[in-house]
C-alpha cells in the first residue's frame, strides 16, 4: 500500500499503536482516505492541532458522524483538547442542534472519558442565575455581534417573542456564558455546527460574520472548512465557503 510516510505518522499520533482492520478489508480506499485527510488537508495550512480537533469534533457532532466522533474524542485527547473543552463543544451543540441529536453525543462522551478515568461530573463552568442569564445572554450577544443586538431579546411579533427571549437567555445567556471555551472558540464551533449539518445558510452566514467581527476572519474559516471537508464532503463545504464569501463582503 503506498500511504505516505507523513499520512502514517499523524494516524500514529492520532491512534498510538492502532491498526484498523480497514487495511485487511478496504486497502484501497484506506490508503485514499488517509492520505487525503491525515497527510494533504492536515499539511495544506499551518491551523494548529488543538483548533483542528475542536472543529472537527464540532462537526462530526453537525452532521450526525457519532462513529467517527467516537474514534476522534481520543485523538483529540491526544492532542491537547481537554475533557472540559469537549464537554463544552457538546453542550453548545444542543442549542444548534437539539437534544434529540445530541443526546447520544453525551453519552458516548461520557462513555470516553470515564474509561480514560476521567470523574464526572467535570469541575462546574456556569457563570450565570436564572436571574441574570437573559442580561448575560444580551450582554454576548451584543458582544458578539454588534449594539443592535441589545434589545434584540424583546423584538418580533408578540406571538413568537418569547423565541427571541429564549435564543438571548438560552442559547448565549446558558451556554456562551460559560467558562472552558471564549467567545472566539464558542464562535467557531457554531460555525462548525451550521456548515456540518446543512440548511442552515441564512444563520452560517450570519455566524461567519460574527467569527470575521471577533477576530476569526475570512482565512482562518476558510482553514476551518478545509480541515472539516474530509468528514463533512463538497457540497456542504462549498455551502460554507459561500457563506464565509458573502459574509467577508
Same mark, same amino acid.
Not at 445558510?201 to 476551518?224: R, W
Given at each position: 500500500?503506498?500511504?505516505?510516510?507523513?499520512?502514517?505518522?499523524?494516524?500514529?499520533?492520532?491512534?498510538? !499503536?492502532? *491498526?484498523?482492520? %480497514? &487495511?485487511?478489508?478496504?486497502? @484501497?480506499?484506506? +490508503?485514499?482516505?488517509?492520505?487525503?485527510?491525515?497527510? =494533504?488537508?492536515?499539511?495544506?495550512?499551518?491551523?494548529?492541532?488543538?483548533?483542528?480537533?475542536?472543529?472537527?469534533?464540532?462537526?462530526?457532532?453537525?452532521?450526525?458522524?457519532?462513529?467517527?466522533?467516537?474514534?476522534?474524542?481520543?485523538?483529540?485527547?491526544?492532542?491537547?483538547?481537554?475533557?472540559?473543552?469537549?464537554?463544552?463543544?457538546?453542550?453548545?451543540?444542543?442549542?444548534?442542534?437539539?437534544? !434529540?441529536? *445530541?443526546?447520544? %453525543? &453525551?453519552?458516548?462522551?461520557? @462513555?470516553?472519558? +470515564?474509561?480514560?478515568?476521567?470523574?464526572?461530573?467535570? =469541575?462546574?463552568?456556569?457563570?450565570?442565575?436564572?436571574?441574570?442569564?437573559?442580561?448575560?445572554?444580551?450582554?454576548?450577544?451584543?458582544?458578539?455581534?454588534?449594539?443592535?443586538?441589545?434589545?434584540?431579546?424583546?423584538?418580533?411579533?408578540?406571538?413568537?417573542?418569547?423565541?427571541?427571549?429564549?435564543?438571548?437567555?438560552?442559547?448565549?445567556?446558558?451556554?456562551?456564558?460559560?467558562?472552558?471555551?471564549?467567545?472566539?472558540?464558542?464562535?467557531?464551533?457554531?460555525?462548525?455546527?451550521?456548515?456540518?449539518?446543512?440548511?442552515?445558510?441564512?444563520?452560517?452566514?450570519?455566524?461567519?460574520?460574527?467569527?470575521?467581527?471577533?477576530?476569526?476572519?475570512?482565512?482562518?474559516?476558510?482553514?476551518?472548512?478545509?480541515?472539516?471537508?474530509?468528514?463533512?464532503?463538497?457540497?456542504?463545504?462549498?455551502?460554507?465557503?459561500?457563506?464565509?464569501?458573502?459574509?467577508?463582503?
Amino acid at each position: 500500500m503506498a500511504i505516505t510516510d507523513k499520512a502514517k505518522e499523524y494516524h500514529e499520533r492520532m491512534f498510538p !499503536g492502532y *491498526v484498523s482492520n %480497514f &487495511l485487511e478489508t478496504d486497502p @484501497e480506499f484506506i +490508503e485514499i482516505f488517509d492520505n487525503f485527510a491525515f497527510d =494533504e488537508v492536515v499539511n495544506v495550512d499551518d491551523l494548529d492541532n488543538k483548533t483542528r480537533f475542536i472543529a472537527i469534533l464540532s462537526t462530526l457532532i453537525g452532521c450526525q458522524g457519532i462513529d467517527e466522533y467516537k474514534a476522534m474524542v481520543p485523538a483529540a485527547l491526544e492532542f491537547g483538547v481537554t475533557a472540559v473543552e469537549i464537554k463544552e463543544i457538546v453542550y453548545q451543540s444542543v442549542a444548534y442542534l437539539g437534544i !434529540g441529536r *445530541v443526546f447520544p %453525543f &453525551l453519552k458516548v462522551t461520557n @462513555e470516553i472519558l +470515564e474509561s480514560r478515568g476521567i470523574k464526572l461530573p467535570l =469541575e462546574g463552568q456556569c457563570t450565570t442565575t436564572r436571574e441574570n442569564r437573559r442580561e448575560a445572554g444580551t450582554k454576548a450577544q451584543v458582544d458578539i455581534f454588534g449594539e443592535n443586538m441589545k434589545d434584540f431579546w424583546k423584538s418580533g411579533p408578540e406571538e413568537s417573542r418569547h423565541i427571541n427571549y429564549w435564543l438571548a437567555a438560552n442559547c448565549f445567556g446558558d451556554y456562551y456564558t460559560r467558562t472552558g471555551l471564549d467567545y472566539k472558540q464558542r464562535e467557531m464551533i457554531t460555525f462548525c455546527f451550521l456548515a456540518a449539518q446543512g440548511g442552515c445558510e441564512p444563520q452560517l452566514t450570519s455566524h461567519a460574520a460574527a467569527n470575521i467581527k471577533l477576530g476569526n476572519d475570512k482565512n482562518f474559516l476558510i482553514k476551518i472548512i478545509s480541515q472539516c471537508l474530509p468528514y463533512i464532503g463538497y457540497p456542504r463545504s462549498l455551502n460554507a465557503l459561500r457563506c464565509v464569501n458573502d459574509a467577508a463582503k
